[in-house]
T-cell receptor, first 114, second 115 residues
Framework: KAGVTQTPRYLIKTRGQQVTLSCSPISGHRSVSWYQQTPGQGLQFLFEYFSETQRNKGNFPGRFSGRQFSNSRSEMNVSTLELGDSALYLC?????????????FGSGTRLTVV | AQKITQTQPGMFVQEKEAVTLDCTYDTSDPSYGLFWYKQPSSGEMIFLIYQGSYDQQNATEGRYSLNFQKARKSANLVISASQLGDSAMYFCASRDTGGGNKLTFGTGTQLKVEL
């Protein structure tokens, strides 16, 4: 079966611009989470969506937002990009997000802000 | 709040040898799950193994096993018969019911398998 698909794989943006990243979860998975990975801060949780509703949110500024569609596909948006937003953004899907549910990650989108 | 500590930034192991990657966790929730992921240079996080806090036996998945010591709050990953393809970054992560549906990751251990 198809895994978690993230597009695009690579992105270069200029400071001040905005960007939208996409994540298509495994078919049947209803929970989608987003993580930011940087060399300095490691892996940090951004937010989680379940049935089109944000269920949990990490400690990121309001410039980071997301949404989930009825087919469980999710997008995250970063507005007014800063150099520090350069990172690998990983999306993970799970069935319902229960404690024992496995998370399957995508290959990530590598964002570079110049 | 959950916290995961991985004290080994880098490890070397010879091919076909076993290696243990350390992980300690801190959570006040009695119900939690522990995960290990592998991240090769391509960036994708690959799930390796899961241990639930109420599981009586240590989890095993092929060459991977989890040495779960609840009283010590440790969940070390053991890789047996290391292969060159095991060279990657390894992350320990936890999730508990109080923290919402999110994974808290450690800082990772870079494993290099040598001939």
């Amino acid at each position: 079966k198809a895994g978690v698909t993230q597009t695009p794989r690579y992105l270069i943006k200029t400071r001040g611009q905005q960007v939208t990243l996409s994540c298509s979860p495994i078919s049947g998975h209803r929970s989608v989470s987003w993580y930011q990975q940087t060399p300095g801060q490691g892996l940090q949780f951004l937010f989680e969506y379940f049935s089109e509703t944000q269920r949990n949110k990490g400690n990121f500024p309001g410039r980071f937002s997301g949404r989930q569609f009825s087919n469980s596909r999710s997008e995250m948006n970063v507005s007014t990009l800063e150099l520090g937003d350069s990172a690998l953004y990983l999306c993970a899907s799970s069935l319902v997000g229960d404690l024992g549910d496995g998370y399957t990650f995508g290959s990530g989108t590598r964002l570079t802000v110049v | 709040a959950q916290k995961i500590t991985q004290t080994q930034p880098g490890m070397f192991v010879q091919e076909k040898e076993a290696v243990t990657l350390d992980c300690t966790y801190d959570t006040s929730d009695p119900s939690y799950g522990l995960f290990w992921y592998k991240q090769p240079s391509s960036g994708e996080m690959i799930f390796l193994i899961y241990q639930g806090s109420y599981d009586q036996q240590n989890a095993t998945e092929g060459r991977y096993s989890l040495n779960f010591q609840k009283a010590r709050k440790s969940a070390n990953l053991v890789i047996s018969a290391s292969q060159l393809g095991d060279s990657a970054m390894y992350f320990c992560a936890s999730r508990d019911t109080g923290g919402g549906n999110k994974l808290t990751f450690g800082t990772g251990t870079q494993l290099k398998v040598e001939l």
